[in-house]
């Protein structure tokens, strides 16, 4: 059964500042991988698709890696700004399930 | 605008009750989901069908039925509500279940039961 862990759970940063976040999954028999955003009190927002052949998408500011061998993912964000604040979800496709969703990872970027 | 739509976004109501959730996609895709958020925030899919027939239900209680009268509409009915049923209920769809596609994410619909 496929696992998606995410950490930190929550982070803090100032403005300006690079940041990592991290997503593991215990099945890499993967079909994609994708990122999300969650305002509080809304919708989820795609940021990034990965499929299973692929090792990185950027968009923006934004760049999620893959690494299937090992079962991780990142998402990158540069020159961080308040309006980055949210909660950023990492969800798995794969076998015949839908996705399975991490915790997610609330970040907060201090102006 | 081309999205996927709940309504309503906010349901309250008293045990007990029968209610239901509409979803709605313009999108042209073939699969819709919905989806769980509970307190902790945790994401859990409940139903999945494609091209109007169920695919995946997963271990949700048979008072949750789903209903699809056409691909663009996923709806979720609800019986005898009861406390744990609040959370926040999310629609999705994609292209298509095979072809591993980007998921799109209604608003949400936020059920507070008394």
């Known amino acids: 059964k496929q696992e998606v862990t995410q950490i930190p759970a929550a982070l803090s940063v100032p403005e300006g500042e690079n940041l990592v976040l991290n997503c593991s999954f215990t099945?890499?028999?993967?079909?994609?991988l994708q990122w999300f955003r969650q305002d509080p009190g809304k919708g989820l927002t795609s940021l990034l698709l990965?499929?299973?052949?692929?090792r990185e998408q950027t968009s923006g500011r934004l760049n999620a890696s893959l690494d299937k061998s090992s079962g991780r993912s990142t998402l990158y964000i540069a020159a961080s700004q308040p309006g980055d604040s949210a909660t950023y979800l990492c969800?798995?496709?794969?076998?015949?399930?839908?996705?399975?969703f991490g915790k997610g990872t609330r970040l907060s970027v201090i102006a | 605008d081309t999205a996927v739509s709940q309504t309503p976004k906010y349901l309250v109501t008293q045990m007990g009750n029968d209610k239901s959730i509409k979803c709605e996609q313009n999108?042209?895709?073939?699969?819709m989901y919905w989806y769980k958020q509970d307190s902790k925030k945790f994401l859990k899919i409940m139903f999945s069908y494609n091209n109007k027939e169920l695919i995946i239900n997963e271990t949700v209680p048979n008072r949750f039925s789903p209903k699809s009268p056409d691909k663009a509409h996923l709806n979720l009915h609800i019986n005898s509500l009861e406390l744990g049923d609040s959370a926040v209920y999310f629609c999705a769809s994609s292209h298509s279940l095979t072809d591993y596609n980007e998921q799109f994410f209604g608003p949400g619909t936020r059920l507070t039961v008394l």
């Open positions: 099945d890499s028999a993967i079909y994609n």
């Open positions: 999108l042209g895709h073939d699969t």
């Open positions: 969800a798995v496709l794969s076998g015949n399930t839908p996705l399975v």
């Open positions: 990965i499929q299973s052949s692929q």
